[in-house]
């Protein structure tokens, strides 16, 4: 018998102070190609939504028409590595 591989999607949104473009978002939208390549590189991830993208538009798309709601969606495998990425690093400290 084969253990099933089991994947958990990730869905996360939230909205900015500011819009994405505001000197206050600054160091928020700087960290986002260093944070999204920390977790490509982590094991467990599968699948992130937005590698196709330009990295401009990486943080998030545009939701409910605010560019100030930004979200992420990624696949992971088993769950705990999530919770490794998430609650360890860089990704925690935003």
């Keep these: 018998m084969t253990t099933p591989i ?31 390549a920390r977790a490509e590189d982590s094991p467990g991830f599968v699948w992130r939504f937005g590698d196709e993208r330009p990295p401009a538009e990486a943080a998030g798309w545009p939701l409910f028409d605010d560019d100030r709601i930004i979200a992420s969606f990624s696949v992971w495998e088993p769950p705990e590595a999530l919770k490794a990425l998430v609650y360890r690093g860089s990704h925690g400290a935003f």
């Design 6 to 36: 089991r994947h958990l999607a990730h869905f996360s949104w939230g909205m900015l102070r500011a819009s994405v473009d505001d000197p206050q978002i600054t160091t928020f939208a700087e960290a986002v190609p260093r944070v999204n």
